[in-house]
Structure formats: C-alpha cells, structure tokens
C-alpha cells in the first residue's frame, strides 16, 4: 500500500538518494519517495526544499499544503508526466456539447446512485435511498432537469439530520470539507497525469477555477466521504483531530468497486480517468466506467499493491 505523509509540525524536508528526510529537534525520519502516494503539509513552519519539491513532482506524487484551519488549500501538480498534452488538450477543446451532456449524465446517475447506497449502508430507512434511486433514472443529459440538486435537498438531512446544511461551520461540514479537498485532488493528480487541462471542464465552467474537469469527476465519489463522516460521527467533536485528517486523507485507500472489480479509490481513479479518455477517443459516453459504492474492506489485499 502506497502511503500518504502528513506534516503537522515545523519540520524541515530534504532529499538525499530518493529518500525524503524529515528532520525535527527531536529525530530525523526517512521515507522512500517511491513509496509516496501523496504528501500533506499541514503545519506553516515547515521548511520543504525545492529539490525535494522536483523530486516529489516527477515521481508523480500529490504534494498538498493546508491552511491555518487545516484545509488543503493548494496542490502542486507535474506538467510534463504526459507524452502528448497537446493532443489530449485539443481532444478536450473539441468536445462537443452533445457528449459532454452524456458524460455529465453519466456522472450525476452514479453520484445519486452512489447517495443511495450511502444511506443504505447507513442504515437509513428504506424508503429514502429509494426515493434517490427514483431520481437517478430520470436524469436527462446534462441534468437539464436539475436531479442532482433535488437528490442533494433529500439526502444530506437523511444522512445528518433534519437541521443540516452545507453552509454550516461545525465538525461535520469540516470534516466533508477536508474529505472532499482529499478526494477532489486524487482527481486532479490522475487528470495531470492523463495530460488532461483541469481548466476544462464537464460540467463546472468557473473561469477562475484550475480544478473544473476535477471537480466534474468527484461527484460520484463524494459519498465516499460522507459515509465516513456518519461512520465517525462520535469520533468528530469541535474541530477535527490530528488522527481524524490522517483517517480522511487514507480514503483514497478504502476500497471501492470500478467495472465490476473491487480495488482501492486510488487505483479506481486511474480506471475512472483512462476511461475517460476511451469515452473522448470513441466518442462514446457508455465507455465511461464510473465507481460504485461498497462498505469498505480493511482486509481487502489489491494486487495492484505489488
């Protein structure tokens, strides 16, 4: 299993022969770097080296840097992991609005989809999960008829209760907040890595967003993330813990159902990204292969894993 380092102490962070040093007053701990998934600096008196920076940048892995309550609030991406930017970005300027209208559906079904089962693991009574799974099989290419918000309006009081919104600044909403942030870059690393521009997207257009096509391929994995929060909500209490980021941030190791394999969220967005990119060649939205919910495994050995 691949690992995820989180910084959240005022140490300073070298390379010598591929292995990352992360030194203190108190001890010095080396990582191989080609063990990294992905890298969290949540702590502002941390000192990182550009050539640990490089380094970490051209073996692919997710550095993140958080904000004083915690947040990712940026991520470094490589440019150059893809063979043929240009090719996949003139692939993306030329959607047309007719497959991208497919895609989005695609994605909106699996999101709802995805909503259900979550409440369903959840424990929730039948008949809400239900009402989703009602929703999901009237989305209409590129949500025309707005399904997503209808299934957002039922099932995030079904999931936290009848007095919850997403505007609110409790430990719930922080610890959604800092899942999805986890989750939306996972996304973004992958995409980086395909050669795909964030800037255009599916579905989010925002002009002054670098993340929209990111942002469009999360949906379906964001229940991920709030089944985890309802999992731990007696674990969640004013603001979240050092163990309750760590536990969030090794979400992209739970595991998750792709094409009708079990794997790890990691792997499976890799799947998810490639067959993006088989939908874009073929021009065929039905080869978009998108993850399902399961109850995640502990036990569960990936042989991706090596």
């Not at 005022?10 to 701990?29: A, F, N, Y």
């Not at 063979?83 to 497919?102: F, G």
């Not at 559906?105 to 999101?111: D, G, L, P, S, W």
């Not at 009237?138 to 919104?165: C, K």
Request: one cysteine or more; glycine letters at 6%; hydrophobic letters at 40%.
């Amino acid at each position: 299993m691949w690992r995820t380092l989180i910084v959240s102490s005022g140490e300073k962070i070298t390379v010598r022969d591929s292995w990352l040093h992360i030194c203190s007053p108190q001890q010095e701990v080396r990582v191989p770097i080609v063990d990294l998934y992905s890298v969290v600096i949540d702590n502002p008196e941390t000192m990182l080296s550009m050539q640990a920076l490089t380094q970490l940048s051209n073996s692919g892995v997710m550095v993140l840097l958080c904000d004083s309550k915690h947040l990712p609030s940026a991520q470094m991406l490589p440019v150059s992991s893809y063979y043929q930017p240009l090719s996949v970005l003139q692939k993306q300027m030329n959607l047309q609005d007719e497959l991208k209208d497919q895609l989005w559906q695609r994605i909106v079904v699996a999101k709802i989809q995805n909503q259900s089962k979550a409440l369903r693991l959840a424990g929730v009574r039948p008949e809400k999960p239900q009402k989703l799974e009602e929703l999901a099989l009237r989305v209409l290419p590129g949500d025309s008829n707005n399904r997503e918000a209808q299934a957002a309006r039922l099932y995030f009081p079904a999931m936290f209760g009848a007095g919850f919104t997403r505007t609110g600044e409790d430990v719930t909403n922080a610890a959604l907040n800092y899942g999805y942030a986890i989750i939306r870059s996972a996304v973004a690393k992958t995409l980086a890595g395909y050669g795909y521009s964030g800037i255009l997207g599916l579905h989010h257009v925002g002009a002054g967003n670098p993340f929209n096509l990111a942002d469009d391929l999360m949906e379906p994995l964001r229940p991920l993330v709030d089944l985890w929060v309802d999992d731990h909500c007696e674990d969640l209490y004013e603001t979240l813990t050092r163990t309750n980021r760590r536990d969030l941030v090794n979400l992209v190791n739970h595991t998750i159902r792709i094409d009708g394999r079990k794997m790890r969220v990691r792997y499976a967005v890799d799947w998810y990204v490639k067959s993006l990119t088989t939908a874009i060649n073929t021009q065929d939205a039905g080869m978009l292969r998108l993850p399902e919910l399961i109850r995640n495994d502990p036990a569960f050995e990936d042989e991706q894993d090596g």
